[in-house]
């Protein structure tokens, strides 16, 4: 059974940096593409960052560009997401996702298999 944990979330000033980090069990983690996503209140799930199994290709959702950087650690199991210059839009509660079956990295929800249970990012203005 593949289990994702997300940790790292906070309060933060805008301006702000926190890194989250996406621990994973269960699976071989080192061959599948992960992702982050987040979800505002009364909004839907958005896609933030991905990366590929080897770490070689990510992409970002255009919010993302610029200040968020996605990183994994195979050896450790474990996907990260540094977030700089944080702004009170970003807040929202953070997931982390795994692709299965495909290599590639994917933006839709729907292309991910297993889901972490959410870290809270709160940016205060």
């Known amino acids: 059974q593949v289990q994702l944990v997300e940790s790292g979330g906070g309060l933060v000033q805008a301006g702000g940096s926190l890194r989250l980090a996406c621990e994973t069990s269960g699976g071989d983690f080192r061959l599948y593409p992960m992702g982050w996503f987040r979800q505002a209140p009364g909004q839907e799930r958005e896609f933030v960052a991905a990366?590929?199994?080897?770490?070689?290709?990510?992409g970002y959702a255009d919010s993302a560009k610029g200040r968020f950087t996605i990183s994994r650690d195979n050896a450790k199991n474990t996907m990260y997401l540094q977030m700089n210059s944080l702004k009170p839009e970003d807040t929202a509660v953070y997931y982390c996702?795994?692709?299965?079956?495909?290599?590639?990295?994917?933006?839709?929800?729907?292309?991910?298999?297993?889901w972490g249970q959410g870290t809270q990012v709160t940016v205060s203005s």
């Open positions: 990366i590929s199994w080897s770490g070689g290709s990510t």
């Open positions: 996702a795994q692709r299965s079956g495909r290599p590639g990295i994917s933006r839709f929800t729907s292309d991910y298999a297993y």
